[in-house]
């Protein structure tokens, strides 16, 4: 399940002191699964205004990594729809990955 959340609660569970805006740009939407394992955001690209996106996950050591990022969006719902699907997937994985750990 993949539910919106704010910027805050987004840079919280990165345990970041700094912005990701310098890597991503300007976000816009920021997303987790429940168990906040899972983020992402959906920011701007470039000056012409399109959209991009980045989903990160927890690895091994517990430190987030970049899962996935998509570029050259420019349709808002069309980048959120994509990215949506994308969040639901990596949420599939990780609670696959979980129950083979059981």
């Known amino acids: 399940m993949i539910k919106e959340i704010g910027r805050k609660e987004f840079i919280r569970h990165l345990s970041l002191d700094s912005?990701?805006?310098q890597f991503v740009g300007k976000e816009l939407e920021w997303f987790?699964?429940?168990?906040g394992s899972i983020l992402g955001t959906i920011a701007l690209e470039g000056r012409e205004g399109g959209r991009k996106y980045i989903i990160l996950?927890?690895?091994?050591?517990?430190?987030f990594q970049v899962l996935s990022v998509m570029c050259d969006f420019y349709n808002h719902r069309a980048a959120r729809?994509?990215?949506?699907?994308a969040m639901a997937v990596a949420?599939?994985?990780e609670e696959d990955v979980c129950l083979s750990r059981e």
Not at 57 to 63: A, E, I, K, Q, S
């Open 91 to 93: 949420d599939e994985d």
């Open 32 to 35: 987790s699964n429940v168990a």
């Open 81 to 85: 729809i994509d990215f949506l699907r």
């Open 57 to 63: 996950g927890v690895d091994p050591t517990g430190r």
């Open 19 to 21: 912005d990701l805006e």
